[in-house]
């Protein structure tokens, strides 16, 4: 029995951390209530539409939208970063005493966030995000130590998820085999990039969908492969909302989000992915290439 699965955090079930370190995932069962995920899809619509009022791709600090054209779907909004700061409901859930006692038997009480992000599958559109590890995103790679054992992802089903709607797929055990550069191609996140895993010498049919009921929470770190999944319905969103965190010491990039265990509220944006963070601090629309890309 895990030390720290108590009557008081029943959604860690036994084994979790165990589960976690040896398949590269673990899924936690209802951890967020039924009122909860409702406030947070009233979060996700309010922010979507807030998206959509951008003609492109948008900043403010570490705020972004991720805007898009689709041939026939039109205008899209495929993500969101650090809405936090504009949206008291999703700020609440990063910091919240049950994050910490997911993470802390995995990387201690001293933690660094460095995702906040908010994922939609808009229906026709064939966004998936790609086959990928997100070691990819932990730039420059000088201030991520001790990646494989520090960083831990983590990802609210604010849907149900299943493979109708696009859940993401995972590939057990890939964590093992370190950073496999797996091939981006032309159509970053739109090709399911199942060719750049069985280049990278893993079998795509090993692939599992990572099915999640409304208020679970699924864990996974920067080396498991993970993404794809297409959305076939014709009107579900297939929400999810993301948070990644890491062993404060272990890095030079974050947001402090738990110190000694206590939480830390959101004061001076951080340096993160955004690298002109300091330089150019005002709303922009940008227009170079890596902010196009969405970064997890
Ligand atoms: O939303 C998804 O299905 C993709 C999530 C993902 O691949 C990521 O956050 O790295």
Same mark, same amino acid.
């Given at each position: 029995m895990n030390a720290t699965a108590t009557a008081t955090q029943p959604f860690l079930h036994d084994g979790y951390v165990e589960e976690y370190r040896e398949r590269g995932y673990t899924i936690l069962r209802g951890v967020f209530t039924a009122a909860e995920i409702a406030a947070l899809k009233q979060a996700f619509d309010r922010t979507y539409a807030e998206g959509m009022t951008h003609r492109a791709t948008w900043r403010h600090q570490n705020r972004t939208f991720w805007v898009s054209e689709h041939p026939t779907v039109g205008r899209f909004v495929s993500g969101c970063q650090w809405q936090a700061w504009a949206d008291p409901v999703l700020d609440r859930v990063r910091n919240d005493p049950r994050m910490l006692a997911i993470l802390k038997p995995?990387?201690?009480?001293?933690?660094?966030?460095?995702?906040?992000?908010?994922?939609?599958?808009?229906?026709?559109? $064939?966004?998936?995000?790609?086959?990928?590890?997100?070691?990819?995103? &932990?730039?420059? !790679?000088?201030?991520?130590?001790?990646? $494989?054992?520090?960083?831990?992802?983590?990802?609210?089903?604010?849907? &149900?998820?299943? !493979?109708?709607?696009?859940?993401?797929k995972l590939l057990p055990f890939s964590h093992t085999r370190g950073n496999l550069q797996i091939d981006g191609g032309a159509n970053h996140h739109y090709d399911t990039r199942e060719e750049g895993v069985a280049k990278a010498g893993l079998d795509p049919a090993k692939?599992?969908?990572?099915?999640?009921a409304e208020g679970d929470v699924a864990l996974w770190g920067p080396y498991m492969i993970h993404g794809g999944g297409i959305n076939t319905t014709a009107d579900n969103y297939r929400r999810l909302y993301i948070n990644g965190y890491v062993k404060a010491a272990n890095c030079d990039r974050g947001q402090p989000v738990f110190h000694r265990g206590q939480p830390v509220p959101l004061t001076i944006?951080?340096?993160?992915?955004?690298?002109?963070?300091?330089?150019?601090?005002?709303?922009?629309y940008p227009t170079d290439k890596a902010s196009q890309l969405q970064r997890d």
């Open positions: 995995l990387i201690g009480e001293d933690i660094k966030q460095i995702i906040n992000q908010m994922h939609w599958k808009t229906p026709g559109t $064939g966004y998936n995000w790609g086959l990928h590890q997100d070691v990819r995103s &932990r730039t420059p !790679a000088h201030c991520f130590r001790e990646l $494989g054992t520090s960083y831990v992802q983590t990802a609210i089903g604010i849907d &149900r998820h299943w !493979a109708g709607n696009g859940a993401m692939l599992i969908d990572c099915e999640l944006p951080a340096l993160i992915q955004y690298e002109d963070l300091y330089v150019r601090p005002e709303p922009h």
